[in-house]
């Protein structure tokens, strides 16, 4: 009987840890064909640091179980399913969690003395992966696009903690801690630091959180994920001071390279009144330009977001670029106005508008954009 009730024993536990394998391979699967995407006003809304949702001290990429759960509650209008069945965390085993992303759009685009165009198009998907070989201490990340084109691997890095989880020291590749991790990537904050999601490089990084404190120090080789060239290194940080309604933050970066040093350094800010949640963001950026002396430019960003309702979210965005210091009229705004709507959880729509003002014999800095996007996730 004894014998009995051991062989039935091992044959649940072979079960269970065949269904296991077999949703881990189905979950890698379903990545492989098809970003979870940070949005600091959310972080604002809720009065927490970024890492509150995302395995990442600095925010984006995979979120980790209570990101997970968020989504699932907070952000839709409703949820949808089985009201008893358990929330999806991301956690498929007891070290092992993943998690995806799909967005495809349609976008038009009016530009000034040339035909319009219009296209539908895949437009990022993205697996991720972490495997906590040390639960809470040591973690293998791996972020890996897959769509649209060729597969490309954004951030692959291991991350060892301190007990207390306060501290953290990471290497490998990933994105530079600086300023804030906007979605957009066509921001010109984003755009013109080149501080984004095609621009992860290859390095160390420590990190220190602590209650209202997050601060991240990397060096990196500076050449965004590229092959190195020159012994010229990167130095990149952020800090950052959160309260409830409230927060602060500054950032440098310097990238010593033998085709011409950068210097950077911003201050951001977030600020929660009511409904209205606020971003604020200014760059200051020093290129050493080989041959004809230093450049300085100026990119900032101020933003809405109104969440007017449960699942709705009102965006409205002004940008400011201004490339030259010492060339009038080169200067180029930006106004976008978008709507988004997540009507279940793991699913967005975004509809928008963007109009463009620069110089006026360049025609693409006056251009028209609109676009509706849908966006999965996990």
Known sequence: MVRSVERSAEVVRAMRMTRQAGLVLTVLLVICASDTQAEPYLAVFEGMQCSACHSHPSGGGKRNAYGNIFAQMELPARRIGDEDAELW????????SVGGNLRGSYRYVDVPNTDS????????????VEAQVIPNRLAIYIDQQFAPGSSLNREAYIRLNSKSQKLHIAAGQFYLPYGLRLQDDTAFTRQVTRVNRANPDRGIQAGYESGSWSTQLSLTNGNGGGAETDSGKQVSAVASYVRPKWRAGVSFNNNNADAGDRQMQNVFFGLKTGPVAWLAEANWIND???GAGD?????GLLEANWRFRKGHNLKITYDFFDPDDDVNDDQQERWSLLWEYTPVQFLQARFGARFYDGADLVDFQNRDEFFVELHGFF
């Open 295 to 299: 450049q300085d430019s100026i990119a």
């Open 89 to 96: 965390t991301g956690e498929v085993l007891e070290w092992l």
């Open 288 to 290: 050493e330009i080989p």
């Open 117 to 128: 165009t219009s296209e539908f198009r895949v437009t990022r998907g993205t697996a991720y």
